[in-house]
Structure formats: C-alpha cells, structure tokens
C-alpha cells in the first residue's frame, strides 16, 4: 500500500513551489496536459474501454456507463475546456483591499492558493482532468481520488497529467492520484499537511467525510430544488419553467425535485401541467389537495425531503408566498430555488428570505452551474455557506494574505501616541506586490 | 436542563426576522444596547464583584483576574464600541458581482448573513458583548458560550442584550447564552440548525470542537508567531521590532515566540537583543550557534512549536532566507510572521513564500488585529484558510446569494440555440436589488 503520509508531504513541498510559479508557467502547464491528451488518446481510449467492458460485466447501469465513457467528443471538450481555462484571468495575486494604517505602514489583502486540496469525484473521468486543470491554475497542489469503475482510464489520464507537469517544469507529485479507499481514510486525517477536502458524491458520503476529518469540508449534499409557482405568475411561463426545470435532465443536482403551487392558480397550472409531465414520462406524487385537482400518487412527508434524481416530481399546493418560503426554507437543501410571477414585490420578498445559494426569479432551476455564471468551469456547486457558495470556480480555490508593509513601526509607539492609526483607502495597485 | 435543539429552533426562527431587517432597525438594537448598558451599570460592576470575588477564592491566576474585570473603563470601551460599529457601512445586501448572462436574464451575488452562529469564548466578559454585537451588525443570530469564571457577568450582559433586542423590535431568542458544557456538547450536534461555529481559546479546545462536529468551525488554534531578522537589515530598526514584537504584551496571539536571525549578522543582533530583552525579563532558549555568541539555555525541537505566551523567547540562527522561510512553514502557526531587511528582493520573497495569514516587512508583528487593519473590530483572527483568514470581521460574518433574474428561460431553450450566453459584466448595483 502507498504511504498516504509521504504522499501529502510530497503534495505540500510541490505546493510551495506552485504556489509562487508565474501565470504563464501555470498556463503552460494546461497547454502541455492538452497536448499530452492528444497525442496518448489512442492509450485514453483504449483504458477506456477496459473500464467500460469490466463495468458492463459487473452490471453498472446504464446512466452511469453513459458517464464512464470517455472518447473523441469528450477529449474534444476537455481540451476546449483547457484552453478556455488559460484565457481566464490569473485568480491569485490580485490586491483586493489596500489600506494606509498609519504613515508609512500600508496594508495590502493579496489573493493566494489554499495549499493541498483533497478532491474525492465520482464516476466521469473528465472530471479528474477538470478538477487537476483548475487547481494548477489556480496554484493548488492536489490529491484526487476517482471512481474506482475508471481506475484505467483514470490511470491513463494522470500519466498525461505527469508528463504535461514535467514538461512545464512543475514537481510531478503536484497532482497525484489515490487508488483506493484506504488511502482516501488516511487523507482525512492529514490535517497538517492537507488544508481543504472537496467531496463530490452523495449526502451520505459528505456526511461521512465530515465526520472523520478535521480538514475544513466544502461540498454539495443533496439537490432539492424548488419552483415556487405564485398567484401572480404568468401560466405558460410558469409550465414552461417547471417542465425544464424538472425534465431537461432528471439527474442533475440543479433539477427541480419539489412544485410548489399557489391555490388560486393551481386548478389551471395543474392540469396544464399534467399533460406536459405525462408526455414526458414524468410522475407526480401530490398532496391532498393536488390529488382533487388531478390524479396522482399521494406525496407523503418523506417526499418533500427526497431527491428523486429521477422522472419523478411532489407537488404541494401552499395558500401563500409565506407557507411557500417557509417550505422550502424547511425541506430543502439550499441549493437552488426559483418564483415564477410577474409580481416584483413577490419576487423581491422571494429571494431575500428564502435561504438558498441560488433564488431565481422567472428562469429555470437548471441554470445553476459554474461555466453558465461565466465562472469557466466549476470544482462542485457548494451548499454551505462558508468560503464557498453556489457554483464554485477559480475564485473559491484561493484564499488571501494580509501584507503589511512598514518601516520599523511598533505598538510601543502606537502606546505613546508616536504613531497614530489613519485608515486611508489607497488605490488597488494592479500587480502582486505594491 | 434547557434544551439546546429549542434554543438552536428559536434562534433559526430569530435569524429568518433578522436577515431581512433594515440596516437601521440593526443600528438601533447597538443604540438601545448602549443605553441599557448604562443604565444597568451598576447591576453589571455587581455581577462582576461577585465573579471577581468566587475567582479570587478558586484561585483563578492574577492574568485571568484582570481580564475578568468589567469595570467603568471596560463599560466605557465596550459602548465606544458599539457606537464605532454603529458607523460602520452595512455588510450585507451589497452586489459584489453582476453579469448579463444572456439577454433578458441577469446574475447578481448579493452578500447575506450566514445565519445561526454559535461562538464559545474565554474568560473575557466585554467579549460577549463585542461577539453579540458584530453578529446582529452583520445580521446573524447568536448562541455564546462564556468561560464558566464570568458567568454572573455575563448573565447580566446578556439581560442588557435582551432588552436591547425588544427594544428594537427584535425576537429576543436573536442572542442567546448557554450556560453549560453539556450545552456546548448538545450544541455542536446541531448542524441542520447552526451554521458556523468560533471557538476562541487553545489550540487542544478547537481541536476538540473539531472532531466533535460537522458544523464548519473558524478558529484560530496556536499563534507561532516568528520575526526573521534578514543579513540585510538596519541593526536598531531589527532590536526595535523584536523587542516590541515579543515584550509589548506577551500573552497575545501575535506575540512573536521564535526567533530567526542570518548568521552573517547574528553576533551583533543577538548581543544588542540580549541586553534588552534581559532588561524586561525575557528569558532565552537559542540552538548552538546562539549559545555561541550569547549565554541562553538551550533549545529543543519542541520549543520550535511552542506558544509560550509567556516572558520566554526561542533563537535560531538561520544561514539564508530559504532557511528561515522553511522553518516557518514548517513549525508555524500560520498566523502573523515579520522579516526586517533593507532587501525589497528578500523581502518579496519571504512575503510570497511565507504561508501565513499576516506577512509582514519592517513591522513589529503586534499589529495582527482587526481594529488596527481598520476592520473596526474582529470576532477573532483565523490561522485557517477557508472563508476567512487573519483578523476577522464584519465581512467573515457574512457569506452570498446569488439572485438570477430571468423572464422565463429555459435550459431546452439553450440547446436550441434559442438563447445565447452573453456573459457581459454589468455595473454593480448601489442597493440590494437591482
């Protein structure tokens, strides 16, 4: 078995050198992992469909082997995404505070990377090359531990990885890959030498990472998504929001998993609305007084908590915008939720109170996501509230440092009013260091 | 006992009235807050006598006792306080970020509180009214837990706190106060209901809260803090800021505890250092080739990692500035670490490779502090690295949303081709919505 430990502190020393490396250098090193991605995609391809053949055999379902593939489209959208990550702006070193103390002493907020970042993904293994792209770029070393259906096909893709590292002259343990669970355990408990964990999978899982590791956890539980049709709202606007919302894509974290209808509206929502989720497959579990507008299963309390990920929907009929909030607020996940209503005062009212990471107003729950946002690409969407909200890109893989720049000042002076604070806001200089 | 999972309910239910409140009914609980800690003065300086009082018996440490003591100065400082606060711009509802993401339909991330947030602090009373008081500025309900040593203080404080809240308009359950550790232990099981969690005290106590939740948890552990006297540096300017930076007050967080001098200037600094610090009663630990030069006892490799927070000092003689960066990455704390030289090539370089929250050039490191970075006050300073780090305040108190506003469109719409992203960054919005 692979010693975790040296591991990390292999990624920590390849983090100091990164984390000081010019842009270029950085960009250098995407441009190097597009072209090593070219030239070995016979070798990808091929460890691809290994993985796909032994995943067949052992009977993973279809969606999921939709997931697994990797061929010429998907190389085709990596390398774009590749490219696409070099023309964005260099997230660190940017001064985004710079304040005069005192006479010459001047402090200076500087954007920087986090250091060595955990990152366990599931089954897709573009994943793995997005992920290690974006934490290159934005100067983080990083351990990452895929799905063990694309171990081959993973394998493949991080020998691209090392060799396009190599060529841009960065430590090859920059990125390094896990293999296997017992090394994932061990990862947790590198508190020292590992500074963020970002799980991508499910509650549970989440869960289970936040219970065994006191490295700060940034990740998506569940997706329970909400649209909140208002008395106000324009009805064929309203359909087409639910159904896209819902059906576009059932097992994305960003689709609707519970309606919620006002009663003044909900005869005519509902039964247009039946008709379009019967066309598409879509089944409804309601509450009592959906069920005497239309028939349905019943939706039991256990629905709206449940992310279906599937072609399934509760609908709740609410008598206020307040019993609609006080829903979702209640059962949801904090992920994404939307009003639909030509009611400003409604809207408003809607996503000041509603507690979520995304509040939409008139627009499709399936917007959620990094790269629509103009974010590039995105690490995860985070349901939590700190460092982190909502679609995660460059911006939530660096932290800042506080530079303070004097001339020998010391409290001793401050003490004896020799030095006085001032608090001047200066300009932000442009580059790293004023 | 009192039930914890009630209080954590109450303050969900304080937080959701909280978070849409207007910026001046805010401003006007820390004005009734004011007023009521005046008028309750001597209720509060009685509390306090009598904590004073079981602490002299118990035998609590002279240290201690003095930072017990809520007295008319401490009244004094603690309502200046809170009139400063008062001033300051609100942090929540501001637009950091707008984008046209395609016609019609616009991004806007708006700060937000971050929601119930529990703070376990030591034995300084003003503190509950500092904490408290920044979290309700910043729209966040509260639940504190004070050091056992104050507790009738603190049940006073928290009466004025109370009336205050009423006062404005406020739920009284905004700002609650446990009394117990088992409410503490109750408390960090709570993470469907509280958000954050930021304990202040040592570094085995926030190790402990770590492992025992899977509420995020920002706190500061150790602050190792260092001063690296460079080849290059101005003697007196050296002496000035080691002095200060380890005597000022040594039983502060940025209190320098190890030391770091180039050998090629060593004999001169340490014989200038050793008068000084003899006079103010600093006692030495150096490594051998300190010994050579100075009598001092000798060091070990745990002094290294060692907050003495005491009138006690580690010296090592480093033979470059690699050296030096290395020692302080490797047996820091992350928190506040200082070069003096004359080099600005050194200096840039110890400021970008130095891994740490405060990195300072020419400055005593006693200036880590919220109120002298003109954040107005802090809640704590962060040797971690996610969401927030250094000196913390109103703006670590805060987290964001992001708002889309749309008219009707839909992922399906997107795949057509019908709606094209724009991505065109918009002027930020003055008010919180646009």
Not at 225 to 252: E, F, T
């Amino acid at each position: 078995m692979i010693d975790l430990h040296s591991m990390a502190v292999e990624g920590r020393e390849a983090f100091y050198q990164l984390s000081v490396s010019s842009s270029d250098k950085r960009n250098a090193f995407l441009a190097a992992l597009a072209d090593e991605l070219r030239s070995s995609a016979e070798a990808v391809f091929a460890a691809n469909q290994q993985d796909l053949r032994d995943a067949e055999v052992s009977g993973l379902p279809l969606p999921l082997l939709h997931r697994l593939r990797f061929d010429e489209s998907k190389l085709e959208q990596t390398v774009t995404g590749l490219e696409s990550l070099q023309s964005l702006p260099d997230p660190i070193g940017k001064t985004t505070l710079a304040t005069e103390i005192a006479r010459g002493l001047n402090l200076y907020r500087v954007t920087c990377p986090i250091g060595v970042i955990g990152v366990i993904f599931e089954s897709r293994p573009d994943a793995l090359v997005q992920i290690a792209s974006l934490c290159m770029k934005s100067g983080n070393a990083v351990l990452l531990k895929g799905g063990s259906e694309a171990a081959k096909t993973n394998q493949a893709l991080t020998e691209c990885i090392r060799k396009a590292l190599v060529r841009a002259g960065f430590h090859p343990q920059t990125v390094q890959l896990l293999t296997s669970r017992e090394e994932v355990t061990a990862m947790l408990k590198e508190d020292q030498l590992i500074d963020l964990i970002i799980p991508r999978g499910s509650n549970a899982f989440v869960r289970f990472i936040m219970d065994h590791s006191r490295i700060p956890v940034l990740g998506h539980a569940d997706g329970i998504c909400h649209v909140y049709i208002d008395d106000a709202a324009d009805l064929q606007m309203a359909v087409d929001v639910a159904v896209d919302s819902k059906a576009q894509n059932v097992s994305v974290c960003n689709a609707m998993e519970t309606l919620l209808i006002h009663e003044k509206i909900a005869p005519a929502v509902l039964r247009a609305l039946k008709e379009k989720f019967d066309a598409c497959g879509v089944s409804l579990r309601g509450d009592e007084q959906v069920r005497r507008i239309i028939s349905c299963e019943p939706a039991t309390d256990e629905d709206w908590s449940k992310e279906y990920l599937d072609y399934m929907l509760s609908i709740r009929v609410v008598s206020s915008l307040e019993e609609a909030i006080d829903h979702i607020n209640h059962y949801g996940s904090h992920h994404t939720d939307c009003i639909v209503t030509n009611h400003q005062g409604h809207a408003e009212e809607f996503l000041r109170r509603v507690d979520s990471a995304g509040v939409y107003w008139n627009v499709s729950t399936r917007f959620a996501d990094g790269f629509v946002y103009g974010f590039g690409a995105e690490v995860g969407i985070s349901t939590g509230k700190i460092h982190a909200r909502g679609p995660m890109g460059l911006e939530g893989l660096t932290t800042y440092k506080y530079k303070l720049i004097g001339s020998g000042q010391t409290m001793t002076d401050v003490k004896k009013h020799l030095i006085s604070y001032t608090h001047i806001p200066l300009d932000l200089p442009r580059s790293d260091l004023p």
